[in-house]
C-alpha cells in the first residue's frame, strides 16, 4: 500500500496522458460518406433528367404527373440513395452525442442533438420511402395521388429535414463549443445555420421561405464534416478533466510544499515541525514512522473520490 501511495504524483496524477480513446466508428469519414449520399441522390434527379426539373409542390398537377411517369427509374435511384444517406446520418449522430457525453458533457444540449439528428435520420429515410412509392408502376396515373405524395415528401425531406437538423447543429455547437471541444468559428457557423434551419419551418405557409432548406442543408454538410474530424477523440485536456487536472496540480503543490517545509525543520515528528506537512507526507507514505501514522490530510479525500488515490486514513501502519 505504501509503495502504491508513494507512486500516486508521479503515477496516476497523469492518467490523463494515457486517457482511452473514444470507442466510435470516425465521425469525419461518416459525414464524408452521408454527403456523398445525399448529393448523389439529389443529382440524379437533376443533372439525369435534365429539363424539366425535379417538381416542387407549388407546380400544377400536370408538370408533376408527367414527370413521375417519365423518369421513374432515377426517382426509384433518388429513393434508394435517399435512405441510404440516413444510416450514415443516424451514425453520426448517435455517435457524436455518445463522444460528447464520454467527454463528460452533461448539458441539455446533448439531448437536444439527440432528438434533432434522430429525427432528420428519421425524416430522410421516411422522404426515400415516400419517393420509392411514387416510382413504382401505375402510381403516378392518379394525378391527385402523385401530387398528395410529392407534398408529403417533400414535407419529409423539406422542412422535417432543415428544422431537426438546426436543432442537431445548436445542440452539438452550444455543447461542443462552449467547452471549447470545437474550435469557435465552427460553433458559430452551426449556430447560424442553426437559426436559418428554424426559421426554414415557415415555408410551410410562406413559399418565398424555401430558399431556406437549402440554405441550411448545403452548408451544413461542411459544418458536418468539419466538426467529425475536429471533436477530439479522448477525453484529455476536455472539459471531463479540468477538475481532476486541477487536482492532481493540487497534490503535486502540496507534496512539494510539504517535503520543503520538513527539509528546512529538520526532523519530523519534533515540536516545531508543520502538522500539514507532516500530514500530508503521511497520506503520500512518506517521511519518518511518527509522520506516516499521521491522519491523512482533507484534500486528500477529494482526490479519493474521482479516483485519484486509494490511501486509507492511516498507511503506514
Same mark, same amino acid.
Given at each position: 500500500m505504501?509503495?502504491?501511495?508513494a507512486?500516486?504524483?508521479d503515477?496516476?496524477?497523469?492518467?490523463?496522458?494515457?486517457? @482511452?480513446r473514444?470507442?466510435?466508428?470516425n465521425?469525419?469519414?461518416?459525414?464524408?460518406i452521408f454527403?456523398?449520399?445525399?448529393?448523389?441522390?439529389?443529382g440524379?434527379?437533376s443533372?439525369?433528367?435534365?429539363?424539366?426539373a425535379?417538381?416542387?409542390?407549388q @407546380?400544377?398537377?400536370?408538370?408533376?404527373?408527367?414527370?413521375?411517369?417519365?423518369?421513374?427509374?432515377?426517382? =426509384?435511384?433518388?429513393?434508394?440513395?435517399q435512405f441510404?444517406?440516413?444510416?450514415?446520418?443516424?451514425?453520426f449522430?448517435?455517435s457524436?452525442v455518445?463522444?460528447?457525453?464520454?467527454?463528460g458533457?452533461?448539458a441539455?444540449g446533448?439531448?437536444?442533438a439527440?432528438? /434533432?439528428?434522430?429525427?432528420?435520420?428519421?425524416?430522410s429515410a &421516411?422522404?426515400?420511402?415516400?419517393?420509392? &412509392?411514387?416510382?413504382?408502376?401505375?402510381?403516378a396515373?392518379?394525378?391527385? =395521388?402523385?401530387? %398528395?405524395?410529392?407534398?408529403?415528401?417533400f414535407?419529409?425531406?423539406?422542412?422535417?429535414?432543415?428544422?431537426?437538423?438546426? =436543432?442537431?447543429?445548436a445542440?452539438?455547437?452550444i455543447?461542443? /463549443?462552449?467547452?471549447?471541444?470545437?474550435?469557435?468559428?465552427?460553433m458559430?457557423?452551426?449556430?447560424?445555420l442553426?437559426?436559418i434551419?428554424e426559421?426554414?419551418?415557415?415555408?410551410?405557409?410562406?413559399?418565398?421561405?424555401?430558399?431556406?432548406?437549402?440554405?441550411?442543408?448545403?452548408? +451544413?454538410?461542411?459544418?458536418?464534416i468539419?466538426a467529425?474530424?475536429l471533436?477530439?477523440?479522448? +477525453?484529455s485536456?476536455?472539459?471531463?478533466?479540468?477538475?481532476?487536472q486541477?487536482?492532481?496540480t493540487n497534490?503535486r503543490?502540496?507534496?512539494?510544499? &510539504?517535503?520543503?517545509?520538513?527539509?528546512?525543520?529538520?526532523?519530523?515528528g519534533? %515540536?516545531?515541525?508543520?502538522?500539514?506537512?507532516?500530514a500530508?507526507?503521511?497520506?503520500?507514505g512518506?517521511?519518518?514512522p511518527e509522520?506516516?501514522?499521521?491522519? &491523512?490530510?482533507?484534500?486528500?479525500?477529494r482526490?479519493?473520490r474521482?479516483g485519484?488515490?486509494?490511501t486509507?486514513?492511516?498507511?503506514?501502519?
Amino acid at each position: 500500500m505504501t509503495t502504491q501511495n508513494a507512486a500516486f504524483i508521479d503515477g496516476r496524477a497523469h492518467r490523463n496522458d494515457t486517457e @482511452q480513446r473514444h470507442p466510435s466508428p470516425n465521425l469525419g469519414l461518416l459525414a464524408v460518406i452521408f454527403t456523398v449520399l445525399k448529393l448523389a441522390s439529389l443529382g440524379v434527379v437533376s443533372v439525369f433528367t435534365g429539363n424539366p426539373a425535379f417538381p416542387s409542390p407549388q @407546380q400544377p398537377p400536370n408538370e408533376i404527373v408527367p414527370y413521375f411517369q417519365t423518369y421513374a427509374a432515377w426517382v =426509384l435511384s433518388c429513393a434508394f440513395l435517399q435512405f441510404g444517406s440516413a444510416i450514415p446520418f443516424g451514425l453520426f449522430a448517435v455517435s457524436t452525442v455518445s463522444r460528447l457525453r464520454f467527454l463528460g458533457i452533461r448539458a441539455a444540449g446533448v439531448e437536444i442533438a439527440l432528438f /434533432g439528428g434522430l429525427m432528420v435520420a428519421f425524416d430522410s429515410a &421516411a422522404s426515400g420511402f415516400v419517393l420509392w &412509392a411514387l416510382a413504382q408502376p401505375d402510381i403516378a396515373s392518379d394525378a391527385v =395521388l402523385t401530387q %398528395a405524395m410529392n407534398f408529403l415528401q417533400f414535407a419529409f425531406g423539406g422542412p422535417g429535414f432543415a428544422v431537426p437538423l438546426g =436543432l442537431f447543429l445548436a445542440g452539438v455547437s452550444i455543447s461542443a /463549443g462552449l467547452t471549447r471541444l470545437i474550435p469557435r468559428w465552427l460553433m458559430w457557423f452551426g449556430l447560424i445555420l442553426a437559426v436559418i434551419g428554424e426559421l426554414s419551418w415557415f415555408s410551410m405557409v410562406v413559399p418565398g421561405a424555401l430558399f431556406l432548406i437549402p440554405l441550411t442543408r448545403f452548408p +451544413a454538410f461542411v459544418w458536418l464534416i468539419a466538426a467529425g474530424f475536429l471533436l477530439p477523440k479522448s +477525453a484529455s485536456g476536455s472539459a471531463a478533466t479540468d477538475g481532476d487536472q486541477v487536482l492532481a496540480t493540487n497534490a503535486r503543490m502540496h507534496e512539494e510544499r &510539504a517535503t520543503a517545509d520538513v527539509r528546512r525543520r529538520a526532523q519530523c515528528g519534533n %515540536a516545531t515541525c508543520s502538522i500539514a506537512a507532516c500530514a500530508t507526507l503521511a497520506a503520500l507514505g512518506r517521511g519518518t514512522p511518527e509522520v506516516r501514522n499521521m491522519p &491523512a490530510p482533507r484534500w486528500l479525500g477529494r482526490l479519493n473520490r474521482v479516483g485519484y488515490a486509494e490511501t486509507p486514513r492511516n498507511i503506514g501502519k
